[in-house]
């Protein structure tokens, strides 16, 4: 499978080492041409503002809107959930996103940088270590969402469709797992 990683600002190389260790290739989508060549694709953590401007600067952002809306299967972690949210609590005024998740979420909503924490919690049934950086959480979903793992009592790991996101950092540990998850139970009818 061919999975393209949004390579405009962020930790794009993280997901990009984290997929071909799963085995599959991965590139860097910069260009609509690119974009239309993968069979999904990931939303990295990073500045999501800033990811939605550089988005439309390369003439990217409505095309990944309507690939979202027709099925690409999407993974986004901290930044890409906020990408993907349908609904933003303390974002910066007017932000819009790419949407396909029935949720809202609340931007920075673990604190400011200096309030990063790593964190045990349980995805999938399996138990694995978490990277919260700057991390937003799911305030409210709608039925079709499915909560994969939660912390502080709050949604941190979601899935709607062929869409899943994630507060936390999983290409900054060594574990596989949310990646895995998202190639094996989530792409595979592609």
Known sequence: MKVGVLALQGDFREHILAT????HEAIE????????SVDALILPGGESTTIVHLAKTFELFNPIRKHIGDGLPVYGSCAGMILLAERILDGAKGQETFGGLDITVRRNAFGRQVDSFESELTFNGKAMNAVFIRAPWVEQSGP???VLAEAAGHAVAVREGKVLATSFHP???SNLEIHRYF???MCKAR
Not at 20 to 23: A, H
Not at 29 to 35: H, P, Q
């Open 20 to 23: 071909t260790q799963c085995g």
């Open 29 to 36: 989508v910069r260009r609509l041409a690119e974009l239309e």
């Open 144 to 146: 079709g969402v499915q």
């Open 171 to 173: 290409e900054l540990t």
């Open 183 to 185: 190639f094996d139970e």
